[in-house]
């Protein structure tokens, strides 16, 4: 077994700046898809009998992105989660074990919670 890196309060501030990199990026893309409906992309074919290929196509599409808005949704309080655990020192521990998590995996996965292998 490896000895690893240690956390530094250097590296906390860098990984909670990309954290926070992150949030903005997952609202501003929420907030982008808020309040639009999508049947205005195609208002211009209310007038007409819509194709039921379109439909189709329509429905997919609003399927899709309330889908990938759920994952960013959830992606966001993980990001939250964080930065909370930033905040209260218990950043870098893995919530299950309270072993350290690898440097490695935080710098890849700054919001995990566990050790790779405790994941299920």
């Known amino acids: 077994m490896t000895k690893h890196e240690k956390l530094t309060?250097?590296?906390?501030?860098?990984?909670?700046?990309r954290l926070q990199e992150l949030k903005n990026e997952n609202e501003e893309k929420l907030e982008s898809n808020k309040g639009t409906n999508p049947n205005d992309e195609t208002q211009e074919l209310a007038d007409h009998a819509n194709h039921p290929g379109d439909l189709g196509t329509e429905?997919?599409?609003q399927e899709r992105d309330a889908g990938l808005d759920l994952v960013r949704e959830d992606r966001l309080q993980d990001i939250n989660d964080a930065l909370?655990?930033?905040?209260?020192?218990?950043?870098?521990?893995?919530?299950k074990s309270g072993k350290p998590i690898p440097i490695e995996r935080l710098e890849a996965q700054?919001?995990?919670?566990?050790l790779v292998?405790?994941?299920e």
């Open 110 to 114: 700054p919001a995990a919670r566990n």
């Open 9 to 17: 309060d250097e590296k906390i501030m860098h990984i909670k700046k």
């Open 59 to 61: 429905q997919f599409e």
């Open 84 to 95: 909370e655990r930033i905040a209260n020192g218990t950043y870098g521990l893995s919530e």
């Open 117 to 119: 292998e405790e994941e």
